[in-house]
T-cell receptor
Framework: DTGVSQDPRHKITKRGQNVTFRCDPISEHNRLYWYRQTLGQGPEFLTY????????KSRLLSDRFSAERPKGSFSTLEIQRTEQGDSAMYLC??????????????FGPGTRLTVL | GENVEQHPSTLSVQEGDSAVIKCTYS??????FPWYKQELGKRPQLIIDIRSNVGEKKDQRIAVTLNKTAKHFSLHITETQPEDSAVYFC?????????????FGKGTKLSVKP
């Protein structure tokens, strides 16, 4: 499968615990985006990377959230001291950015987080 | 910042009928407008997109139109089939620059009745 992959697909945690999600983009896609989707809503932008550089963060990304893309390939999103309001689907998307289809974003299957 | 409004929130049609979903955006600098289809429990899938230098684009049974002056764009699905049932999201972005993150509408749940 050469699409965007995310791990784990589901995560249940207790309030106050830390969680980390991983996203593997399509090979050679140099832009990587994180979104959050709650039930009945469209995805909301959190942050994005151009290669290893984190270029923009949404105000939705509180200090408890941190994202990295250390080698410009896979990315991790960590949430510290989880709260029940963090329960959502966390989606990753990648974009080629350097071809004629640079605006297109391809989504992964998401990680569904449930905070008890 | 950009705001995208999408209507209707639910749409039910008979198989074979057409379906139209409409979106408006607020930021005149937005220039890229994709549509995504999301089936229950699955990832959003890009089905068609349009850029601001084009007024209409068609791909088999789906088409998208863009009115830059009015700042609205629409998705048209003809000859609907039960497998078209899903939630459809419109989105807007300022592509080609340092941003490019998508701003999504709230979605339209399309039900196609056989």
């Amino acid at each position: 499968d050469t699409g965007v992959s995310q791990d784990p697909r589901h995560k249940i945690t207790k309030r106050g615990q830390n969680v980390t999600f991983r996203c593997d983009p399509i090979s050679e896609h140099n832009r990587l985006y994180w979104y959050r989707q709650t039930l009945g809503q469209g995805p909301e932008f959190l942050t994005y990377f151009q290669n290893e550089a984190q270029l923009e963060k949404s105000r939705l990304l509180s200090d408890r959230f941190s994202a990295e893309r250390p080698k410009g390939s896979f990315s991790t999103l960590e949430i510290q001291r989880t709260e029940q309001g963090d329960s959502a689907m966390y989606l990753c998307a990648s974009s080629p950015w350097t071809s004629g289809r640079q605006d297109e974003q391809f989504f992964g299957p998401g990680t569904r987080l449930t905070v008890l | 910042g950009e705001n995208v409004e999408q209507h209707p929130s639910t749409l039910s049609v008979q198989e074979g009928d057409s379906a139209v979903i409409k979106c408006t955006y607020s930021d005149s600098a937005s220039n890229y407008f994709p549509w995504y289809k999301q089936e229950l429990g699955k990832r959003p899938q890009l089905i068609i997109d349009i850029r601001s230098n084009v007024g209409e684009k068609k791909d088999q049974r789906i088409a998208v139109t863009l009115n830059k002056t009015a700042k609205h764009f629409s998705l048209h699905i003809t000859e609907t089939q039960p497998e078209d049932s899903a939630v459809y999201f419109c989105a807007a972005s300022k592509a080609g620059g340092s941003q490019g993150n998508l701003i999504f509408g709230k979605g339209t749940k399309l039900s196609v009745k056989p």
